[in-house]
Every structure is written in structure tokens, then in C-alpha cells.
Antibody, heavy 122, light 111 residues
């Protein structure tokens, strides 16, 4: 059974750094073709992908936030960590981690965490 | 402004059929990338409903079906039920942004 769960602070101040952890079970990020992605959703708005990490430590970031994001993994703990620097109120959103499945022209997200709401406010 | 365009809302009576469109361009759907659909019930995480344009994961009723043509895709829901009331998102990949793109979401109301 595949599960993912996000954890991290519910409230951060502007200009602070956000660190979120995705703890998963039911698969291993050391297995070939396994990938995990972070996606966020501002209140009442659409979904936006942020960063992806693969089994071989390949990493990709969304262009608009590339300079502020870092994704990493701890295979022994079954965790993926996302850091986002210089937080702003517009970054207020529910942050999800999800597993990526499919093939190169057809990647989709088959299991999602419950999400964690992060509010940026002084 | 989302890269993929969906109607903000659709509605239908119980038992009816509704469709939700997802319009893209030559850099995403038209480039051959598959379209996937997610259902997001209030206060919950999205759940994959259709993957690879037309495939249903196990457990998804066959009332849900997907199609793709050219630069667009559609999600059809037949035999509408009250439990189908949710937000629906389409998703694909885009060459221009070198990443995954989502539609703006469509709120389905069961009258």
C-alpha cells in the first residue's frame, strides 16, 4: 500500500525559509524509475508543480521558482525534503507530495499525500 | 492564467451526462503528450481519475471516461451522482515550460 504524508510548519514569516518533508511508504526511491514530485495549490486556485526528484537523484525545478527551491531525498528514511527560500505571502498554499508514474510522454501522479497548508504571514 | 483551459464550472442533474473540456496547444496536448484527469473532493487531495487519456485506475467507476483529439481533451461523466460533486483538473506536459501543466479546474455541481 502506497502512502505519502507531508509535514512541516503551518506558519512561516516573510523572508524565512520553508522546509517540508514528505515521508512515504509502499515504494522505494532507490528503485529504478521511481520519482516524487512536489505540487502546491493556493487557496481556491489551481495546482502548480514545484520540483521533482528521481531514483538516480536527478532533479528538476519549475522555471519560475528555480532559484528558491531545493529538493533532496533520504532513501534510508523514505523521505523527500523540499526547501523554499525567501517566503512571501503569495506562497501561501497547500503543499502536496505525490508519486510520479507513467512514461516519458505520459507522466502522471498516482498517489498523493494529504497536503499541508502553509501560511506566510508576519 | 493556466496553460490548459477548462470551463470554471459545469452542472447537471442526477443521472445526466456532463463533459468537461481541456484545451491546450501545440506545445502540450498537440505535441502528443497525454492528458490525465484528477478529481478533488472538498478538503481532500486530488485523486487520479483518468490517466493516459483514456485509462481508468482500478476502483474508478466506468461512468468516468476520457478522450483526446488534437489539442484538446475531454472528461465525460455519465449517470451523475451527488458524490461526483467536486473539482476536476486536467494535466499534461508542456515543451515550452519544460514541465507539467494543469488546467484551472472545473467545479462540478450536481443539481
Amino acid at each position: 500500500q502506497v502512502t505519502l504524508k507531508e509535514s512541516g510548519p503551518a506558519l512561516v514569516k516573510p523572508r524565512q525559509t520553508l522546509t517540508l518533508t514528505c515521508t512515504f511508504s509502499g515504494f522505494s526511491l532507490s528503485t529504478s524509475e521511481m520519482r516524487v514530485i512536489w505540487i502546491r495549490q493556493p487557496p481556491g486556485k489551481a495546482l502548480e508543480w514545484l520540483a521533482r526528484i528521481d531514483w538516480d537523484d536527478y532533479k528538476v525545478y519549475t522555471t519560475s521558482l528555480k532559484t528558491r527551491l531545493t529538493i533532496s531525498k533520504d532513501t534510508s528514511k523514505n523521505q523527500v525534503v523540499l526547501t523554499m527560500t525567501n517566503m512571501d505571502p503569495v506562497d501561501t498554499a497547500t503543499y502536496y507530495c505525490a508519486r510520479i508514474r507513467g512514461w516519458s510522454s505520459s507522466w502522471f501522479f498516482d498517489y498523493w499525500g494529504q497536503g499541508t497548508l502553509v501560511t506566510v504571514s508576519s | 492564467q493556466s496553460v490548459l483551459t477548462q470551463p470554471p464550472s459545469v452542472s447537471g442533474a442526477p443521472g445526466q451526462r456532463v463533459t468537461i473540456s481541456c484545451t491546450g496547444s501545440s506545445s502540450n496536448i498537440g505535441a502528443g503528450f497525454d492528458v490525465h484527469w484528477y478529481q478533488q473532493l472538498p478538503g481532500t487531495a486530488p485523486k487520479v481519475l483518468i490517466y493516459g487519456n483514456t485509462n481508468r485506475p482500478s476502483g474508478v467507476p466506468d461512468r468516468f471516461s476520457g478522450s483526446k483529439s488534437g489539442t484538446s481533451a475531454s472528461l465525460a461523466i455519465t449517470g451523475l451522482q451527488a458524490e461526483d460533486e467536486a473539482d476536476y483538473y486536467c494535466q499534461s506536459y508542456d515543451n515550452n515550460v519544460s514541465g507539467w501543466v494543469f488546467g484551472g479546474g472545473t467545479k462540478l455541481t450536481v443539481l
